[in-house]
């Protein structure tokens, strides 16, 4: 079953919504279960001042959602790019087996949304 954790970010998850003019946007799915997550990244001096998410599946992709973005707020890049499932599920207090699925997805929503960034912010230098 379900940790306490998971069932109070499950009932109120944090960071919900979207940033307008965000710096990095992360989309990940999962075409068996169904699960879309985005996050999105205000980035400051390399330091994610925030983090939130729209994700439109179960409670545990809601609940790793909901951490993921707690975990990753006030740290580097390359500090949130440490964030694995892993630790998304111990930080939760674990996740049923056949739900460890959405702590992939939150990992890999984290990885896209700093890739997107750092192309954005690449792709600006070469405009210059």
Do not use: W
């Not at 699960?35 to 925030?50: A, F, H, N, Q």
């Not at 983090?51 to 951490?67: L, P, V, W, Y």
């Not at 739900?99 to 230098?125: N, P, T």
């Amino acid at each position: 079953m379900y940790s306490e954790k998971v069932m109070d970010h499950f009932r109120n998850p944090r960071n919900v919504g979207r940033i307008e003019n965000a710096d990095g946007v992360g989309q990940v799915g999962n075409p068996i279960c169904g699960d879309v997550m985005t996050i999105y990244l205000k980035i400051e001096d390399g330091i994610i001042k925030d983090a939130k998410f729209e994700t439109f599946g179960c409670g545990a992709a809601i609940a790793t959602s909901s951490i993921a973005t707690e975990l990753i707020k006030g740290k580097t890049l390359q500090e949130a790019l440490k964030v694995t499932n892993r630790v998304v599920v111990e930080a939760l207090d674990g996740l049923p087996k056949n739900k460890i699925h959405c702590s992939v997805l939150a990992e890999e929503a984290i990885k896209k949304a700093i890739e997107d960034y750092l192309q954005r912010k690449e792709a600006s230098k070469n405009a210059e």
